[in-house]
């Protein structure tokens, strides 16, 4: 009597699909966590890439930034989504406003308020 294996097809996608929902998830909460309690701080940005991913039609960008924490300087990356129509305010020169995460200050999302 042969048994078949076919139930593999369907399991590995849906497990698969459920593991990213639930990673997607908690980043998007400590994203969050952060807006709210996260430090303030500023940066300049020093450039902009595509990563050419793009999420709802709008670029993923990667961005090199000098950030102005009360730390002192220092230069971090960051790649997040931008909407088109708020290209302009990432092109290298531009001063973002950012909220940092005080443990690891290379988590860092942008506090503007078109970015929520």
């Known amino acids: 009597m042969a ?8 399991v590995i996608p849906v ?6 929902v639930i990673y997607e998830g908690v980043l998007r909460d400590r994203d ?4 709210a309690d996260g430090v303030r701080a500023s940066a300049q940005v020093v450039s902009a890439e595509q ?3 793009w999420i709802n039609k709008n670029p993923v960008v990667a961005l090199i930034l ?13 790649k997040t989504m931008i909407p088109q129509v708020h290209l302009p305010a990432v092109q290298p020169g531009s001063r ?4 940092i995460d005080p443990n690891d200050p290379q988590h ?9």
């Open 96 to 99: 973002l406003q950012l909220r």
């Open 32 to 35: 969050d966590t952060l807006l």
């Open 66 to 78: 000098d950030v102005n924490a009360g730390s002192g300087p220092y230069r971090a990356t960051l």
């Open 108 to 116: 860092l999302v942008i506090d503007e308020p078109w970015a929520r």
């Open 3 to 10: 048994t078949s294996n076919a139930w593999y097809w369907w």
């Open 15 to 20: 497990v698969a699909l459920v593991a990213f």
């Open 51 to 53: 990563t050419g991913s």
